[in-house]
């Protein structure tokens, strides 16, 4: 089976611009969860998507958003970037993490962001 | 609130030592534990998972851990470390507070291993 895809790899972004991330999960993962991740603050959960549905949500800014498709792929929006965003983020399935915790979530390789 | 703790930033152990990456909990009920691995450039890997049933839980690569309800701590624990082994490793619970649902994530601790 495929592993979790993430595009791009790599992002070079200004201020103030916006950015979108795409995830393809594992064939039959229905969940898809996103996370960033900075030295300081390790992981932060952003949101998690399952059935297109928006299920689980971070304390993150209403900046960041995502939507989540009928094959399951998702994509997460950044508006009006602050240098503060610069981060790798990841993305994660899983069969579904939400309804019992049994199911481990796989991870992607991520998306280094960089914000200038 | 749900919450974990990795005390450790760094641990330092030689090659064919046995390892310990500590990691402490705080949740109201049942905790549910995971550990993963973070190789340099490469996204999480799963590890293991704690949810109910023995207190000694083994994973991938030869790891494994251990539940202590009495300590809140739930230690990951290899019996002979590999120069391999060295990388970013993350402790997390899983935290149902009302309806929002998500795993919490401990800092990492990053696991060397000296040849």
């Known amino acids: 089976k495929a592993g979790v895809t993430q595009t791009p790899r790599y992002l070079i972004k200004t201020r103030g611009q916006q950015v979108t991330l795409s995830c393809s999960p594992i064939?039959?993962?229905?969940?898809v969860s996103w996370y960033q991740q900075t030295p300081g603050q390790g992981l932060q959960f952003l949101f998690e998507?399952?059935?297109?549905?928006?299920?689980n949500k971070g304390n993150f800014p209403g900046r960041f958003s995502g939507r989540q498709f009928s094959n399951s792929r998702s994509e997460m929006n950044v508006s009006t970037l602050e240098l503060g965003d610069s981060a790798l983020y990841l993305c994660?399935?899983?069969?579904?993490?939400?309804?019992?915790?049994?199911?481990?979530?796989?991870f992607g390789p991520g998306t280094r962001l960089t914000v200038t | 609130a749900q919450s974990v703790a990795q005390p450790e930033d760094q641990v330092n152990v030689a090659e064919g030592n046995p390892l310990t990456v500590k990691c402490t909990y705080s949740?109201?009920?049942?905790?549910?534990l995971f550990w993963y691995v973070q190789y340099p450039n490469r996204g999480l890997q799963f590890l293991l998972k704690?949810?109910?049933?023995d207190n000694l839980v083994k994973g991938s690569y030869g790891f494994e851990a251990e539940f202590n309800k009495s300590q809140t701590s739930f230690h990951l624990k290899k019996p002979s470390a590999l120069v391999s082994d060295s990388a970013l490793y993350f402790c997390?619970?899983?935290?149902?507070?009302?309806?929002?649902?998500?795993?919490?994530w401990g800092l990492g601790t990053s696991l060397a291993v000296n040849p």
């Open positions: 998507y399952f059935s297109e549905t928006q299920r």
């Open positions: 994660a399935s899983s069969l579904d993490v939400g309804a019992g915790g049994l199911y481990e979530q796989y």
């Open positions: 949740v109201s009920g049942n905790p549910y």
């Open positions: 704690y949810i109910t049933g």
């Open positions: 064939s039959g993962h229905r969940s």
């Open positions: 997390a619970v899983r935290d149902d507070a009302g309806n929002n649902r998500k795993l919490i």
